[in-house]
């Protein structure tokens, strides 16, 4: 099992930036490419792939936040981190950390573990 812990969501105004942190207690496999990345949900809305890190440091983003997220992580730590700025109240979501083992995808199905998830509002 792998736990993944989120913290640093909040409400922010437009505009403004916030830094979100998940801590996994392990990766999946030690010997092989690992992927986290970030995923958001809204009520009735799917769940969307917004950034992918792999263990080589390979990034992917979501068309919808490039030029304004940067998705980074501390393997040593085992922490992975998503700095967002310029947000929008689009950008209004539940924020989840996931993980899997092989490369990256920005498509949920893929992961395999996930976090509680932490809220970032941005109002109108």
């Known amino acids: 099992q792998v736990q993944l812990v989120e913290s640093g969501g909040g409400s922010v105004q437009a505009g403004g930036s916030l830094r979100l942190s998940c801590v996994a207690s392990?990766?999946?496999?030690?010997?092989?490419?690992?992927?986290m990345g970030w995923f958001r949900q809204t009520p009735g809305k799917e769940r969307e792939g917004v950034a992918v890190?792999?263990?080589?440091?390979?990034?992917e983003y979501a068309d919808s936040v490039k030029g304004r997220f940067i998705i980074s992580q501390d393997k040593s730590k085992k922490t992975l981190w998503l700095q967002m700025n310029d947000l929008r109240p689009e950008d209004t979501a539940m924020y989840y950390c996931?993980?899997?083992?092989?490369?990256?995808?920005?498509?949920?199905?893929?992961?395999?573990?996930w976090g509680q998830g932490t809220q970032v509002n941005v109002p109108s």
């Open positions: 392990r990766y999946m496999y030690s010997n092989m490419i690992n992927c």
């Open positions: 996931a993980q899997r083992a092989g490369n990256c995808y920005l498509e949920d199905r893929r992961f395999t573990y």
């Open positions: 890190i792999e263990s080589d440091g390979r990034r």
